[in-house]
């Protein structure tokens, strides 16, 4: 998976991606990720890339020429190495769709996925038509940039990327691979100050612990997401209590 995000502040999307995880990934070759800098399509000597609005009104809008220059940039190095010249190139944005797992498995699919990170107001909308495949949104809140969303689109995609995650860690069995929550987890010591670990843990059959976890999940969902209990009840309707 080859990620490419437009925004003015890249060292943000390098420093954080080169940790944990995404950093290991990166290093081992199985993501790559180039973060490129707005501003250096700046068209003026001062390299600004935002002005006011017209109509009025507060705050700046980012100009679209160096965001459709930047993009362009992109794509010269995304078809150079063989790429989809429709590579996806994603919107960050409280207008957009809401991500979820569903989306990130979709995405998970692409050779190559562009990030458009926004400031300010938002981007001049004559630039985003030209552009912008998908609006998404990570959730119902405001945010100083799409930076943040950015990377929590990129994180969650990766750890879907073959390679990513070793055995210890794979992504099979956890929330949202069935629709349900996760089980809670417990370790060592098997007494946390006279609080003790759950019997059929320690029984070592293995049956009854996989139903004593799926019976946790259900109550936790129930619980705690409604929504998704519900859902999923529809899907396993003999399961219902
Ligand atoms: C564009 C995304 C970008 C328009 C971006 C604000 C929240 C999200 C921005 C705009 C963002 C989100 C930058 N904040 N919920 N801020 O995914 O109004």
Known sequence: ????????????????????????????????????????FADNKHNRVDDYPYGGGAGMVMQAEPVYRCYEDIMTRIREQGGSAAAKVIYLTPQGKVFDQQMAKEYAKEEDLIFLCGHYEGID????????????????????GGELPAMVVIDTVSRLVPGVLNNEESAETESFSDGLLEYPQYTRPADYNGKAVPEVLLSGHHANIEKWRHEKSLERTRKFRPDLYEAYIKEHPEESR
Do not use: C, Q
């Open 125 to 144: 909308e004559r630039a985003l038509e030209n552009i912008v495949t998908d609006y998404v949104s990570i959730g119902d809140y405001v945010l100083t």
């Open 1 to 40: 998976m080859n990620y490419h995000v437009m925004t003015l502040f890249p060292d943000m999307i390098t420093n954080a991606m080169s940790e944990s995880i995404t950093g290991r990934a990166l290093k081992a070759g199985y993501l790559a990720l180039e973060a490129v800098n707005i501003r250096d």
